[in-house]
Structure formats: C-alpha cells, structure tokens
C-alpha cells in the first residue's frame, strides 16, 4: 500500500514531468470514448490505449459484464452506461474483454462438466463447448455488444449513427489488442 501512497503523492509532479496541463480537466469531463472493461487488475486501459486523463469515461465490472437493461431498477453500470451516451455524448464505445479471464474460464469449466446436463453457462455469456478460451472470450465480448446495443439510449443512436460500438480482447501474455471485424466475422489485430 504504500507504494501507492508514495506515487499518489508524487503525481502532480509526474504530471507536469509529462506535460500534463491537469487545470483544464477542472472544466468539465467531456471523453473521446467509453471503455468498458473488467476490472482485473492486469488490464489497465489507459496503458492499452495511450489516453490521458479526461480521454476515457470507464466501467469495470467483472468480467466487463454489461446487466440487461431494466427500466423500474436500473443497476449502477445501467446508470453510468446512460450517463456516457446521453449526458457526455460520447461518440464511441469499447467493450473490451481479455484473455486468462475468470468468468470465461470459469464458464468454460462449468459448460463441458455440465453439457451432458444442458445447463446453461453462468456469467451472461454462452460459452461454446469446444473449451476453447480465446473463443470462449471472443464470444462474451460480442453477447456483451448484443445487451448494449438494447439500451433505450443506444439504440437510437446507433441507428442515426451517431454512436458506434467496438469489441476488442485485450491478449495479457502478448500485450496486443484485436477488435472484432463484422465483415470477417473475426477479431483481428488492431
């Protein structure tokens, strides 16, 4: 813990050591996208993407599960979700998996011991039951896109355009990141 006391203390010192002007941020949060991804520790999406602050508004959660839509008890990723497309207006949304993740391994696990059972994989994702996990997590990252693309404030501008949503897997081991390719129906490098 006191590692991160000591750089949490010498941050503003970093930040003009990088010529971070951190004063502007003060004005308002207005970012170029939305990253939606799991809150495991090894993923660190400012890293990943190279933003500064004030570039992304994020949401972890476990496994970067996005909760259905439910208008009389929206949950807190609803909430923040809405808050991203209506109040900020940002014109992009990532939803980025990763690969050695619990929740995928987990359904995996779960999916091949319990097939002769035909239960369903927990973790809102159908895991296939070949045990592959790249494409185990390749497909939660698009049954997450499929439950986003539902939000009353999505759809609409998704249909005028206005807002466009990627999927991307995030490879721990490596470092490289792939997104999905509707075209190809592939995730591929970036």
Known sequence: MQYLIDQAGVFPARAAAHSLDLGPLADGDSPRAM????????IVPALITGARPGDLFELRTYGAVIPRFTPHAPAGESRTIDHAVEEL???DIIVCGHSH????????RT???EDADGAPSPGGS?????????AAGHCHVLTQLDVLSDY???APR???RSLRLHGW????DSGATLTHRPRANAFLPL
């Open 111 to 113: 999916s091949t011991a």
């Open 89 to 91: 207006k940002v014109t």
């Open 158 to 160: 998704l249909v005028d």
């Open 101 to 108: 993740c619990d929740l995928v391994e987990t359904g995996i």
């Open 35 to 42: 990253f939606i991804t799991c809150s495991d520790s090894r």
């Open 152 to 154: 009353p404030s999505i």
């Open 126 to 134: 159908p895991a296939p039951m070949t045990g592959d996990l790249t």
């Open 169 to 172: 897997f995030y490879e721990i």
